[in-house]
């Protein structure tokens, strides 16, 4: 386990300027794909790593949206996927008729979100479709795609913008990625 104090090199990976401009493109998208009078948009973020990624692309929609969230456990304080998914916090508002988009920060091997998703298709969404801000598809187990990403990165461990490593770094306005750790 690592130490929350290690020594940590990151490396800057992707900017604010193009996160912002990327995340304005995917808005404008999304408000283009769920536009018309008989949406019902619900705009669903997984926690806590998509907090600053939705927070900032709501913003930028041009449809009426309402927001929800849900918090999972995935890696804990380690880099390593354990492929167990577990509800911490459950949504507060029924999903069954509605317009369905889960907004999440990256994707890996993809076992978190297909949990996710296969647990909210149950619920009787009309639609449901994924928003990522991280695609890593080196790395994917199972066949998932989002529809919306934001960037596709490499085979490494990266952080800032929500995204953590051991609930550090979450607070970077920009993302980087992990070049060295010295316990
Ligand atoms: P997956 O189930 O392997 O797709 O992992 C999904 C979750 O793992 C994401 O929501 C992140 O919280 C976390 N994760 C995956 N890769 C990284 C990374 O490079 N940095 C930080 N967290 C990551
Ligand atoms: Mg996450």
């Not at 401009?21 to 536009?35: N, P």
Request: hydrophobic content about 45%; overall charge positive; aromatic content about 8%.
């Amino acid at each position: 386990m690592t130490e929350n104090n290690a020594a940590i090199t990151l490396k800057p990976l992707i900017s604010q300027v193009e996160i912002k401009q990327r995340v304005r493109e995917l808005a404008k998208e999304i408000s283009r794909d769920y536009a018309g009078a008989n949406r019902d948009l619900v705009v669903v973020g997984i926690l806590k790593g998509a907090w600053i990624f939705l927070a900032d692309l709501v913003r930028e929609l041009t449809v009426p949206a309402k927001i929800d969230f849900m918090t999972v456990s995935s890696y804990g304080a380690s880099t390593k996927s354990l492929g167990v998914v577990k509800i911490i916090l459950d949504l507060k508002c029924s999903i069954a008729g509605k317009d369905v988009l889960v907004v999440e920060d990256i994707i890996d091997t993809g076992l978190t979100l297909k949990y996710i998703i296969e647990n909210l298709s149950l619920r009787h969404p009309r639609s449901l479709k994924l928003c990522v801000l991280l695609d890593k598809p080196a790395r994917r187990q199972v066949k998932i795609e989002p529809d919306y990403r934001g960037f596709v990165v490499p085979d490494c461990f990266v952080v800032g913008y929500g995204v953590d490593f051991a609930e550090r770094f979450r607070h970077l306005p920009y993302i980087g990625y992990i070049e060295e750790i010295k316990e």
